[in-house]
């Protein structure tokens, strides 16, 4: 038994992906869960989105996996990143080989600063047709931002980093992001370009080969990491993890897809994929590289989903993902006999 996991499956394909994911987990070692309930069909039935009883699972459990929530999105995701005091999300974009991707040459990992900008939550109607917005930067958000994006480009041996910002119009604010995040950068010795994020929009669709790691404030980092998600087939491969100080909630980057919730043909891999980010959290590499593995085999190979093109359930793409993590250890296995012969 290793780290216990809180489980939120949330609503639509959220109860598809979750189990889907947990079932590969299983294949690699095994975990106590505590699953517990958030999202719309939780609200409606208790009255509010986000239990207290749940929050409190995911503050006490090593690592929580979440799968989606529908209109009580917001209700649920922030207080649930809050809970981890999550500071930073990763979001990790990569064209697979077997998946038709517009920009095959894509392998993009986003770091968006997951506290603050527009998304602190400030929002205020001022008069009966008159509503506004504070967007909120401090420089403790975007120096804890920009240490971690120094840390994590060493990490992965990447050369440098961008920093995306719209600085030239908001001045104070993107001003405030980019200056803390070049200052840190510097007293790390990392290198840093700086894209203004419109530009980059472009930039991305057109280069993506160009960029490794971008770093963004909040709602940049939301809407240009989905945008990229187009340049590789779809937000059912995009994994995140919401990274707080000593907890961490990992999810899917898609919604509850209500266009196909309940009809068992869900993509699996981005759920999937983000429990092997827990399992890296976890300190269990070894785990993470054989589910990663599995994955990028059935992305290979298929069977697919209908997003990807496929014909496949989300219960057929699961078990070929497991199928492939025993196989590859069986093989293993017979290697370590055949040494150990010889
Ligand atoms: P969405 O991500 O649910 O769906 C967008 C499109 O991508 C749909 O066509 C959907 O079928 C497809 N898609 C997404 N994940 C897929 C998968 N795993 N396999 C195959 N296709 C997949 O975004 P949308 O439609 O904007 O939002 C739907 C609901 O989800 C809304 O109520 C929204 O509030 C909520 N939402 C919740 C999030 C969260 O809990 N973190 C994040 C984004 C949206
Ligand atoms: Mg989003």
């Not at 008069?127 to 060493?154: H, I, M, N, P, W």
């Not at 419109?198 to 989905?226: H, K, Y």
Request: include cysteine.
């Amino acid at each position: 038994m290793t780290g216990e996991i809180a489980l939120i499956e949330g609503d639509g394909i959220g109860q598809e992906v979750i189990p889907a994911a947990t079932s590969v987990l299983e294949a690699v070692s095994s975990f106590e869960y505590t699953s517990v309930e958030a999202g719309d069909e939780t609200k409606a039935e208790t009255g509010t989105a986000l239990p207290e009883v749940t929050e409190a699972a995911v503050k006490e459990a090593d690592a929580t996996l979440f799968g989606a929530a529908g209109e009580t999105a917001a209700d649920v995701i922030l207080p649930l990143r809050n809970a981890v005091d999550s500071y930073v999300n990763i979001r990790p974009v990569r064209a697979y080989p077997g998946v038709n991707a517009l920009q095959p040459e894509t392998d993009i990992v986003f770091l968006r600063e997951n506290t603050e900008g527009v998304y602190a939550g400030v929002e205020d109607d001022l008069t009966s047709s008159l509503s506004t917005l504070t967007r909120v930067v401090s420089d403790s958000a975007s120096r804890r931002v920009g240490k971690f994006a120094c840390e994590y480009v060493t990490s992965v041996s990447a050369e440098q980093f961008h920093v995306v910002h719209k600085a030239n119009v908001m001045q104070k604010t993107d001003g405030r992001f980019r200056d803390n995040v070049r200052e840190v950068a510097k007293q790390q010795g990392v290198e840093i370009e700086e894209f203004l994020m419109d530009a980059f929009a472009t930039r991305v669709c057109l280069s993506p080969e160009q960029f490794d790691v971008i770093v963004c404030p909040n709602l940049a980092g939301d809407v240009l990491s989905d945008l990229a998600a187009g340049l590789v087939g779809g937000l059912g491969l995009l994994p995140s993890a919401n990274i707080g100080p000593s907890n961490a909630v990992f999810e899917p980057v898609h919604g509850t897809a209500p266009d196909i919730a309940g009809q068992g043909i869900a993509n699996p891999t981005a759920a999937v994929l983000s429990a092997a980010m827990m399992l890296d959290h976890l300190g269990m590499q070894q785990e993470a590289a054989r589910v990663r593995d599995a994955v990028e085999k059935v992305l290979d190979t298929g069977p697919h989903t209908p997003d990807l093109g496929g014909r496949a359930t989300t219960r057929e793409v699961t078990s070929a993902i497991i199928d492939f993590i025993w196989a590859n250890l069986i093989g293993l296995n017979r290697i370590a006999v055949n040494l150990s012969l010889t």
